[in-house]
């Protein structure tokens, strides 16, 4: 069965989006809306379908990947780029759990938007978004990637403002498109900075790490890294975007105005993490560039403990989440920074399964509490809610790094390479782990919020309180087993390194270059062990027993809160806006008001010459013709005079 | 054949519509919509064709010039490009007015026909007199149905647009009839020769002269007065072909007339570049702020027009496909932009972004394609749009790094401003109650649908625009130096045997003198015989006329000779 | 006794001279027009004349001229009258000095 052609995967779901797309448009101006089963077993039935074609060639994939070009895409002198699909370690591993987490959280979604006005557009854009995430994985060059980087930018921007009616998440929608587009300038200059230094071929993955290769080999990485490292950084700002790294991450917290499937599926398991694996999927290049990695792995220490920190400022249990997302969003970076590219994506992919379920887990929550979010007004709902208690206890414990859970096999080894990584790589593992103590803090007060306690709302909306359909359960319970079991396929210290050796052939070459020195994996389990532990026992001591704030006006953090959360926002207001709308107000009413006035002028001077002309008119027609008949005469006069030698 | 048909039958359909019914738009629109399809699938026929030309025609003489005026149309991929943009934008408008105007539709299609014709010759022109012609002749039509069918204030938006179109290319006439008295004729080919003969200030003078005229016509940043308030007070359907067409006849006259005649000068290229790129800022940052939803998009549109001048002034291998995909896809996207405006103007009764709002619930279709109107003109990866804006990009990256970060600014700014406009008109909750207009209807709907599909198409397959373009092929510069050549001739045969003595001189200035081949000589030859020479004057004449060959030829190699001493 | 040329000639300029100072002097627009035609008509003799200086071959020319400068002349006529009459309407005069819409 390898002989399935590569462009299926991505065409189930774009079929899938036209035809959902279709029966939105067609069913728009019925009164009724669309039949939901039918729209919901399309809307389930292709991304299913893509993931048993990724999981059949996944089976019978060569060691070398596969690699199909499909035809020509851009053909102009100096530029030539084509579609073409690369299926190999890496790509693998990025669609099998994107497909899968996609289609089980679109398959969780039939029962969370059961009733919405939008259903089969909810979908249609699912269907988009998976389609595009599947291009950016599967292609084989930056080019096509960069259709699915952008392809899902746009899809989220339609996803979080799909309940269109509110403004608030129309401004969210506009934010995380403008912040991504940011960085989505800085992946296209990059694009172009690499063409120049190699040609457009080299925009495609084999022919860039062909390049560096012979690049190595000749000796020649002097001449080009200065600005080998432009295009690592112009990169590196594309993921910042994509990512939610600082200084770009303020879009992500905001994102969370869009339905919860859409946070669990973009804003947590998939698209944020594209940066990460265009970081791995570049990792010969950026395995060269040492600057880069330093500023690489400095940025993600910084986003994952500033972003723990916000995440304990939080009332709303989304935002908890989404803060959770970036700080763990940072771990990947760091890992990447010091080319451990294949812990990172190891994370990546543990971290989809927990994060997706606690999104999920929230989102139960939410629709149990009919559309609740602060968790000031929750608690008690460990007995009322039970399986979704279940699963995000579950997945609590593997974002924190209980031993045995997903998590903690990832975390301690991207700790444990950052420790390994260089002379500064105690300074690095000090903070990480520090990050580690909070993470577990913050997520300890969320569950303890929620689940412990007595239940803090209003007397009636406690009558309501329900679990959740089977449609949303199944998912969630699948995925809190992955939260539990995924970390088994590379967990060092029990031999099982399934995940490395996938993943060695593609980048092998990238981490070759770095030498880890051996250690004790059993001093810093332990150590990541006492940190998840330290964290809950604190989160236990301060949120356990004392009484919950009550929960007044917004959910919003205030005083010092706001400042460290906004703190970024702030930063953006007084570099990004607040200079664009200064330039946008002079060039409106300065410059602008200016060349009017000069076209004034212009036009006053035609106008006043005119005048004058008219002055000169005479107004007898009689006189008129008298004066015209002189004029001959004086002409015929002069003609005469001269001799006609004027 | 086609492109006669494409340039002169406009403007037959355009004196037939006048046999239609004024008051009742019912038989004028189906004769209209008839003739707009039929202009459409000829200029489809012309995309795909290939480059064509027709038999060059002696149009008139000037007094004074050397040469004549031809009616001579070419067709290169470029403004076979054009003529498509043109065809087919016009053909929506017919459309799309049909549901605007009640009464007096039948004078709107006259007035959309004869623009056609004219945008139509502009762009197929071969001959710079017959070109300008065509562009100014673009500009009266325009006017016309800008003071007949405009908003509130649209006599002022129309004087401003005449004037301030025909001054900017006035001084682009004297240029071009002071070319023609040193040029052979006025076909590209020996205006570039004339041009190197003359010196370098009048060089510069006559290259001000044409670039005023199209930076007024693009519009490029200073000369951008005319443009918010005409696109704005224009009628909907007009707009888009002024924005989608018209427009194009600046960045196509860079292109098609600048660049081949001209020698530029880096400093020339230099300030052209920035100017593009200050532009495409400015406009952007005006669409920031605008609040009427038409102005909005004339930034939008200065804005990627100015990226596309950026484009072609970055003098890249890669700038002419890049520049036409670009041109191509804003042509598309802005056309079908101001399309929706109208009809959103239409169905909520006002311009003004801030009282608009809340379509989304109310008109779904109308906001799909709304929204993937602005999605094209975001120039997101698998629209045109976006391998317009990268190619260029990448041709600007050529001139440096910096210029190109200025240019992803501007797409950042795109972004800002198209997702404010899509969120003020469809998003949120209807801000009032709005005067019920006429909806869009099914035939409109899927006018719009159609071009979004195109932009798609183009997209994900720029081949098609991108094979298609050959700008001078050997055959059309083989015809225009024939041409010269005939015209070399034939000023010979004329009485005042000085003039021919001057003509020669002139048209091979000192640098190189070729002397006259064998063939040439039997060309003389059989032209004396047919005059009515007998065998032994020709042979006398043909002996003197070597003679004074080979003097020349020692003067001009010992011209060359000194000069080369004194430098 | 062979008609001299320049007594036709001084003919024609003192019908020029009549028709010009009738055009100028007089405020009835039509005596204006019939100024003007007098003039015009002064001209076709002045070409005549000096068609009889010349041999008989060439002079040909100088007779055909005023055929065609006739036949305008009537068409103009025409065209005239109506402009008057149009003007009449308008206006309710007939005195030339109160035509003076062109000046702003």
Known sequence: ?646 | ?567 | MELQAVYVQVLALVLFAIGLVVALGRRNVFFVLMGVELALNAVNLSFVGFAKTLPADMSVAGQIVPLFSIAIAAAEACVGLAMVILIFRNRESVDADTYSNMKG
């Open chain 2, 1 to 567: 054949m086609l492109l006669h048909l494409l340039v002169l039958a406009p403007f037959v359909a355009a004196i037939l519509m006048v046999a239609t019914s004024k008051e009742d738009p019912k038989s004028s629109s189906r004769l209209a919509f008839l003739f707009g399809v039929a202009f459409f699938a000829m200029s489809i026929a012309l995309v795909a064709g290939g480059n064509q030309a027709t038999e060059p025609m002696e149009w008139f003489r000037i007094p004074g010039c050397r040469g004549p005026v031809y009616y001579y149309l070419y067709s290169h991929g470029l403004g076979a490009w054009m003529v498509f943009l043109s065809c087919g934008l016009s053909l929506v408008a017919l459309i799309t007015a049909r549901n605007t105007f009640e009464k007096n539709y039948r004078n709107f299609a006259i007035g959309i026909f004869a623009l056609m014709g004219a945008m139509n010759g502009t762009f197929l022109s071969a001959d710079a007199v017959l070109f300008f012609f065509f562009f100014e002749a673009m500009v009266i039509p325009a006017a016309v149905m800008i003071a007949g069918y405009g908003g509130k204030e649209r006599t002022k938006a129309a004087m401003t647009f005449a004037i301030y179109t025909l001054v900017g290319s006035a001084p682009m006439m004297v240029a071009l009839w002071y070319l023609l008295t040193v040029a052979d004729n006025s076909l590209l080919l020996s205006f570039a020769i004339a041009l190197q003969g003359l010196p370098a200030e009048t060089q510069f003078v006559i290259l001000l002269c044409f670039l005023l005229a199209f930076l007024v016509k693009t519009p490029i940043f200073p000369f951008h007065g005319w443009q918010a308030i005409t696109y704005a007070e224009a009628p909907a359907p007009l707009s888009a072909i002024l924005t989608g067409a018209m427009s194009k006849a600046g960045v196509f006259g860079f292109i098609a007339w600048i660049l081949p005649i001209f020698p530029l000068s880096m400093t020339v290229v230099n300030v052209m570049l920035w100017l593009g790129l200050a532009t495409a800022v400015y406009g952007a940052l005006l669409a920031l702020r605008a609040t009427d939803a038409k102005k909005l998009l004339a930034y939008s549109s200065m804005g990627h027009l100015g990226l596309a001048v950026a484009g072609v002034f970055s003098l890249s291998e890669a700038m002419l496909p890049a520049v036409l995909v670009l041109l191509v896809a804003h042509g598309i996207s802005a056309g079908v932009q101001f399309y929706l405006a109208g009809v959103a103007e239409r169905m909520t009764g006002t311009r003004d972004i801030t009282l608009m709002g809340g379509l989304a619930g109310k008109n779904p279709v109308f906001s799909t394609l709304f929204g993937f109107a602005a999605i094209m003109a975001l120039a997101v990866p698998g629209t045109a749009g976006f391998v317009g804006e990268f190619t260029v990009l990448l041709a600007i990256w050529d001139m440096g790094p910096f210029p190109a970060v200025v240019a992803g600014f501007c797409l950042i700014l795109s972004a800002a401003y198209m997702l404010r406009f899509v969120q003020k008109v469809i998003f949120g909750k209807q801000a009032r109650e709005y005067e019920e207009g006429k909806r869009m209807t099914a035939l409109e709907g899927s006018a719009f649908g159609i071009m979004v599909a195109l932009l798609l198409t183009f997209g994900v397959h720029p081949a098609f625009i991108t094979n298609s373009l050959h700008l001078f092929d050997e055959d059309a510069i083989e015809e225009m130096s024939k041409l010269s050549g005939q015209e070399g001739e034939a000023v010979e045969g004329a009485p005042a045997d000085s003039l021919a003595e001057q003509s020669s001189d002139a048209a091979e200035p000192a640098e190189e003198h070729r002397p006259m081949t064998e063939a040439e000589i039997a060309q003389l030859d059989s032209t004396l015989a047919e005059a009515g020479f007998d065998e032994s004057e020709r042979a006398a004449l043909i002996q003197q006329m070597i003679a004074a060959d080979a003097a020349q030829a020692n003067e001009s190699a010992q011209a060359n000779v000194e000069a080369t001493e004194n430098e």
């Open chain 1, 1 to 646: 069965m390898t002989n399935l052609p590569l462009w299926l995967i991505p065409l189930f779901p774009l079929v899938g989006t036209v035809l959902l797309g279709a029966i939105a448009v067609i069913s728009s101006g019925s009164k009724k809306g669309p039949a939901e089963g039918i729209v919901g077993f399309l809307a389930v039935l292709f991304p299913v379908l893509a993931f048993a074609s990724v999981v059949l060639l996944a089976w019978g994939m060569p060691v070398e990947g596969i690699r199909l070009t499909l035809c020509n895409w851009i053909d102009i002198p100096l530029f030539k780029v084509d579609i073409g699909f690369l299926f190999d370690g890496l790509s693998r591993i990025m669609l099998l759990f994107v497909t899968g987490i996609g289609s089980l959280i679109t398959l969780y979604s039939i029962g969370y938007m059961h009733g919405d006005r939008g259903f089969a557009r909810f979908f249609a854009y699912i269907n988009l978004f998976l389609f595009s995430m599947i291009v950016l994985v599967l292609s084989d060059n930056l080019l096509l990637t960069f259709l699915g980087w952008e392809g899902v930018g746009l899809c989220s921007y339609l996803l979080i403002g799909f309940w269109n009616k509110d403004l608030k998440n129309c401004q969210a929608a506009n934010k995380a498109f403008i912040v991504n587009r940011v960085g989505d300038i800085g992946f296209l200059l990059g694009m172009l900075c690499l063409v120049t230094v190699g040609g457009s071929e080299i925009l495609n993955y084999d022919s860039l790490n062909a390049f560096i290769q012979m690049l190595i080999a000749g000796g020649h990485v002097e001449i080009v890294l200065p600005l080998l490292s432009l295009a690592g950084l112009l990169f590196f700002i594309g993921c910042t975007g994509k990512s939610a790294q600082i200084p770009l991450l303020t879009w992500l917290p905001d994102a969370m105005a869009g339905p919860t499937p859409v946070s669990a599926l973009i804003h947590a398991a998939t698209m944020v993490t594209s940066g990460v694996y265009l970081l791995a999927r570049m990792g010969e290049l950026f395995s060269l560039l040492p600057v880069v990695l330093l500023i690489i792995t400095l940025i993600g220490l910084a986003t994952a403990f500033w972003a723990a920190v916000a995440g304990l400022f939080q009332n709303d249990i989304k935002k908890v989440l989404a803060y959770s997302t970036i700080s763990q969003l940072g771990y990947m970076f760091m890992a990447a920074g010091v080319c451990a590219f294949d812990a990172s994506i190891f994370h990546v992919f543990t971290h989809a399964f927990f994060k997706a379920a606690l999104f999920l887990g929230a989102g139960a929550v939410i629709h149990a509490l009919a559309g609740e979010q602060d968790m000031r007004k929750m608690g008690g709902l460990l007995r009322k809610t039970p399986v979704t208690a279940c699963v995000m206890i579950f997945a609590f414990f593997a974002i924190i790094g209980f031993p045995g859970f997903a998590g903690f096999w990832s975390k301690d080894l991207i700790l444990e390479r950052l420790y390994t990584s260089g002379s500064l790589g105690p300074v690095f593992y000090g903070i990480g782990l520090l990050t580690a103590v909070i993470t577990a803090v913050y997520m300890s007060r969320l569950i303890i919020l929620t689940f412990f306690g007595s239940y803090r709302g209003s007397k009636e909306s406690e009558e309501h309180i329900h679990e959740a359909p089977a449609s949303m359960l199944i998912p969630m319970v699948v995925l809190s087993i992955g939260a539990i079991f995924a970390g088994y396929f590379w967990a060092d210290s029990l031999g099982m390194t399934m995940f490395k050796d996938s993943l060695a052939p593609v980048l092998g070459a990238a981490q070759s270059g770095v030498a880890h020195m051996h250690v004790n994996p059993v001093i810093f389990a332990g150590l990541g062990t006492l940190a998840a532990l330290l964290g809950m026992f604190i989160a236990l001591k301060v949120y356990g027993s004392s009484r919950v704030p009550e929960a007044k006006g917004s959910s919003a953090p205030e005083g010092f809160k706001a400042d460290w959360t906004f703190f970024f926002d702030t930063i953006h207001k007084f570099c990004g806006i607040i200079p664009v709308a200064v330039l946008a107000w002079i060039a409106d009413v300065v410059v602008e008001k200016i060349l009017q006035a000069a076209q004034w002028m212009v036009g006053a001077i035609a106008e006043i010459l005119g005048d004058g002309a008219a002055a000169f008119q005479v107004r007898k027609v009689r006189l008129q013709l008298a004066l015209s008949v002189a004029g001959v005469a004086i002409l015929v006069a002069v003609v005469l005079l001269t001799g006609g030698s004027i």
